[in-house]
């Protein structure tokens, strides 16, 4: 019971998390929704190109949570001070880096991405206002894992309720035009779609602010009087973790844009489908990779700790509250699919087939639930090399080659490429469970 208790109390922090900006995400698409399907379109058009870089980002932080968590476990508060304060060298790195990297290209990613040519230009004019903050993205990104890796989920929590706040009362003002509803009257600026961007771009720069704060006057990790130069002897061990991790967010990352090109090809309704399903079907995600953060802390300190006993312990706990988690989570999706769909589209052909890919996809849940936990373990321990095979080789060995069969040789519909998607998943549960029955996730065993 000790140890069930300690897992949730790092856990629920970051699913409150997770299901706030989930929420929000749903909020801005229903409030684009409302403006028209080439709205979210022109929005969820080049979505997954956000994945691809919120990922790679995230996948360099992992080395921090590897390091960070092992030397917490050898309760070495040196070390752990050092590797923020490289924390910080990296935030600035990457920050500059990817800013100039997403805004170069802005006008080009809609065409690659076979966006409609009637709303490339809106798409791009979107794409560039969102990444302009690139930053203050990093740093939310970076030292939010940071944080979470000295167990500290509650403070990444309250920034993100903060962010997701500002980003809801800024729609409401940037989106849509001066409302009066009798003797109130509530100003707006009508600037649709771009005003979408406004909004999250401003709640981005707020976070990042917020997040670097919260590291530099936190207790326990704060690097103040570190030096931020670069030092070789704690970024060779984050970086040899991160980079395996880099690469599989990357590689799958960039499958999922190309498997949204593929999606963009069918025409508007499979793509605002498409979009609206991956926005519904978050939230349902959120118990899964909640849990998953907890998994990586835990299984970094035991490992740093080296006591084998509580690696093991570990196991036992996490994966019947994962799997029990993930199939609620996946019964309430097949129940409530058409009607969540129903909340961001009122067109008929949209509302059908988004429904129709969140059913299929809702029974998958508690078999990816299991890969989620697992990985989060080797995540832990900076095990990083096996899940970056198995989720290329899946990602593109089955779902990219799968839906490009489907879709661009045998003209099948939205249906077929979310069928190659949850093909993945089940490769990646037959994967991870020989990995866990062989025990090559565990450092400490015999």
Request: overall charge positive.
């Amino acid at each position: 019971m000790k140890m069930a208790s300690i897992i949730m109390a790092l856990a629920w922090p970051t699913m409150v998390e997770q299901l706030m900006h989930t929420a929000v995400q749903y909020i801005d698409t229903a409030m684009v929704g409302s403006l028209g399907v080439e709205a979210t379109a022109a929005v969820g058009a080049t979505s997954t190109v956000n994945w691809l870089v919120g990922s790679t980002i995230s996948a360099i932080s992992v080395g921090f949570l590897a390091y960070i968590a092992k030397a917490i476990g050898e309760k070495d508060e040196r070390k752990t001070k050092k590797a923020v304060a490289q924390a910080c060298f990296m935030v600035l790195v990457i920050g500059f880096l990817s800013t100039a990297i997403t805004l170069s290209l802005s006008g080009k990613i809609p065409v690659w991405m076979k966006v409609d040519p009637a709303i490339q230009r809106t798409s791009s004019i979107y794409f560039f206002i969102l990444y302009t903050p690139m930053l203050f993205r990093t740093s939310s990104i970076i030292f939010g894992t940071v944080l979470r890796a000295s167990g500290d989920a509650k403070t990444p929590m309250r920034v993100g309720l903060f962010v997701n706040l500002i980003n809801v009362i800024l729609n409401f003002l940037l989106i849509y035009p001066t409302r009066d509803f009798g003797p109130i009257i509530i100003p707006g600026a009508g600037l649709g779609v771009v005003g979408a961007a406004l909004a999250s771009s401003i709640s981005f720069v707020f976070g990042g602010i917020y997040m670097a704060i919260a590291v530099l006057r936190h207790k326990k990790i704060s690097p103040k009087g570190e030096s931020f130069k670069p030092d070789w002897n704690v970024l060779a061990p984050c970086l040899r973790v991160a980079g395996p991790n880099m690469m599989q967010r990357f590689g799958t990352s960039l499958g999922y844009v190309v498997f949204a090109s593929m999606i963009n090809s069918l025409g508007g309704i499979a793509t605002a489908a498409h979009t609206i399903a991956n926005t519904v079907e978050s939230a349902f995600y959120i118990p899964g990779y909640g849990m998953q953060s907890a998994a990586a802390t835990l299984a970094g300190n035991a490992y740093g700790a080296k006591d084998k006993d509580k690696m093991k312990e570990l196991a036992r706990i996490f994966i019947p509250i994962e799997i029990a988690l993930m199939t609620i989570s996946g019964a309430l999706l097949f129940v409530l699919s058409e009607p969540l769909v129903s909340i961001f589209s009122d067109n008929t052909e949209v509302i059908r087939l988004g429904s129709t890919v969140l059913k299929m996809v809702a029974v998958s849940e508690p078999f990816y639930g299991f890969s989620i936990i697992v990985e989060g373990f080797m995540q832990g321990v900076g095990k990083t090399k096996l899940p970056f095979v198995f989720n290329i080789a899946g990602m593109w060995g089955i779902r990219i080659l799968g839906t490009f069969i489907c879709t661009q040789i045998l003209s099948m519909t939205l249906v077929s490429a979310w069928g190659a998607m949850i093909a993945h998943n089940m490769l990646l549960f037959l994967l991870f469970m020989i990995v866990y029955i062989k025990g090559l996730w565990n450092p400490l065993r015999s």
